[in-house]
């Protein structure tokens, strides 16, 4: 998916709606050719890869214009099965596989190419151009995949002279920036080989059948909701890169993920919705399935209790902000504005650029971005974790922020100002190009407290401003960031449970409310953090498209927030009461 206009969300969503990046355990490198190990067909594979990638190394050239400097095949091979109950009975069970293709071909040289400053490339607005299919065969024909590669890297290439041409003669009318111009095009980096061995799929279809089913029963005796589901999806995912660098990846990872959703109308008529997600990387990782009815059940009874409540008016004033609540508030307000590419866009609003080795954050707050974790160290699996990125860089730990002052940025291999390497975060859902994306963003903090003192810090807040009451947020159903210039440095989060506290402690539930914000007003007036850390697993869609994403963080205290109402369509509910339902 491309934006025009950047906007970051984060949301939790189904696998079936998304497209995949291969993540990877830690294993040995192992040789990389079909003579040493034939045993390994996927090693055949990669040699096709390889044979066509050499091929247009050396012959692929227009007369009286450059060849290529840089050539990478990127090669996705997933293998999905999808399972959705609904009102207590199967409606879906199925299984599919694709293959699909993403090349790269820059022409001029690593300092100057046809790759824009933004990190995508210039647009081609030539007549008549003919586009082939991304698409690969499953069966993994040689034939058919160097026919599939010999198209897309004709149609790349001849793309890729015509924005070169475009960028340099876009310099006759650009004023010269000695800085920037220093800057170059693209990072050189040492090539990478590594081989995962072949994963074992063992998803137990009947079994989640079943499961799925009996979830949805426990959901659909609430006879007042609408619409709900189970969802249950699985997929396996191998990823083959290699490039002109000598770069030969072979990555195998597993995803799997249930959905709960469940949705009532109000007594004023306004849809509500909730939701249940669990993202895992094994199959033992999932809860027993007592445990998940258990959730299942707590997951009902809060939208239950949430269609009875009143709805909250605008307000400003103190509130905390749970664990999960808070991590999405630091995905969207400084993980989005520290990645890479959106340091020297034109497009882009660039809050931090010039303000390395300066206080961005209270002193008691640092970030980090590690996507070589596979878990949380209470033993939560990690969404965001990756052993290579999209362009074939390891993937590595980055400090970002430390005691509150910027010390990095989140890398692709698009250089910016100071940053001429990748630090192994250039991210792509497989059909978009690669840009610097977060993995797993943990939010550390000195300044923690219990989260009974933390409440008795918020009622002392509602006191010495004067205010009626403080809020409490839960957790967040997700949100999203503008980072342009298009539009203005703002936030939003989705909160899902929003609580009244008054000044005596009690706590009631309201509803119909959105946070909102200016990035360096709210991360500003971050007063005092828990002592508790939680994991919000989920993907986020940006230029690159959707990507598996995980934040930690603790609870924390603001001092002011601002809550808008949410958008919201009033309708009747169902003139006839559901069919009863059988014992």
């Known amino acids: 998916m491309k934006i025009s206009r950047p906007r970051a969300k984060t949301i939790f969503l189904p696998f079936f709606l998304l497209s995949w990046i291969a993540v990877g355990c830690v294993t040995a490198p ?31 050239k227009l007369e009286d214009y450059q060849p290529p400097y840089f050539i990478s095949y990127h090669m996705q091979v997933v293998k999905k099965i999808q399972i959705q109950a609904r009102y207590g009975a199967l409606y879906q069970s199925q299984a599919r596989e694709e293959t699909t293709l993403l090349p790269e071909v820059r022409v001029g040289d690593y300092r100057f190419d046809n790759v824009a400053d933004s990190g995508l490339p210039f647009e081609v607005d030539s007549p008549d151009q003919t586009y082939f299919s991304e698409s690969g065969p499953i069966d993994f024909s040689p034939q058919a995949l160097r026919t599939s590669l010999w198209l897309l890297s004709d149609q790349y290439y001849k793309q890729a002279v015509f924005a070169f041409q475009k960028r340099r003669g876009d310099r006759v009318y650009k004023v010269n920036d000695p800085k920037k111009d220093a800057i170059p095009s693209f990072s050189k980096e040492k090539p990478s080989i590594y081989v995962h061995e072949p994963i074992r799929h063992d998803f137990d279809r009947k ?19 609408l619409e709900s589901g189970v969802h249950v999806h699985y997929g396996s995912v191998t990823t083959y890169y290699v490039n002109t660098e000598g770069t030969k990846i072979i990555d195998e990872n597993e995803y799997y993920s249930l959905v709960a959703t469940a949705s009532v109308r109000a007594k004023d008529g306004v849809m509500l919705d909730n939701n249940l997600s669990i993202h895992v990387r094994k199959q033992s990782q999932f809860p027993p399935f007592e445990e998940l009815a258990q959730k299942i059940d ?20 103190p509130a905390i ?72 860089v390891p993937a590595r730990r980055v400090e970002l922020v430390t005691d509150g002052i910027l010390k990095n940025f989140l890398m692709s291999r698009t250089p910016i100002e100071n940053f001429s390497l990748s630090n192994g975060h250039g991210r792509s859902d497989g ?19 219990t989260k009974s003192r933390l409440k008795a810090m918020l009622i002392e807040e509602i006191k010495k401003r004067g205010k009626p009451y403080g809020l409490r947020m839960q957790d967040m159903s997700g949100g999203d960031t503008n980072t342009s210039t298009y539009g203005y440095q703002a936030f939003r989060g989705v909160p899902r449970q929003v609580y009244k506290v008054f000044p005596d402690g009690r706590e009631e539930l309201v509803r119909g409310v959105e946070m909102v914000g200016t990035p360096l007003s709210s991360i500003g007036k971050i007063l005092a953090t ?46 006839l009461p559901p069919p009863s339902l059988e014992k």
């Open 30 to 60: 192992a040789p990389v050719s079909a003579e040493n190990r034939p045993d390994d067909p996927r090693l055949q594979v990669l040699d096709t890869l390889q044979t066509e990638l050499q091929r247009s190394r050396t012959q692929l």
């Open 207 to 225: 079994r989640w059948e079943e499961t799925a089913t009996r979830l949805s029963q426990r959901i659909h005796r609430h006879e007042n909701f």
């Open 298 to 317: 707590g997951m009902c009874n809060d939208l239950a209790a949430i269609a009875k409540t009143d709805t909250l008016d605008p307000y400003t004033g």
């Open 321 to 392: 902000l749970e664990a999960q609540a808070a991590g999405v508030l630091f995905h969207e307000v400084i993980g989005h504005r520290l990645e890479g590419e959106r340091q020297s866009s034109q497009e882009e609003g660039r809050t931090f650029q010039g303000r390395l080795g300066q206080k961005i954050l209270p002193e008691f707050l640092s970030v980090e971005d590690d996507p070589t974790l596979v878990a949380w160290t209470d033993g939560t699996p990690l969404n965001g974790a990756y052993r290579y990125d999209s362009e074939g």
């Open 431 to 449: 059909h978009n190009r690669p840009r610097a994306r977060m993995g797993n963003t943990i939010v550390r903090s000195s300044n923690t407290v």
């Open 530 to 575: 828990g002592d508790d850390y939680e994991v919000f697993n989920g993907y986020c869609g940006a230029e690159s498209g959707y990507v598996p994403v995980s934040v930690v963080a603790p609870s924390m205290l603001i001092g002011e927030i601002e809550l808008q109402r949410k958008s919201e369509r009033k309708a009747k509910s169902p003139i």
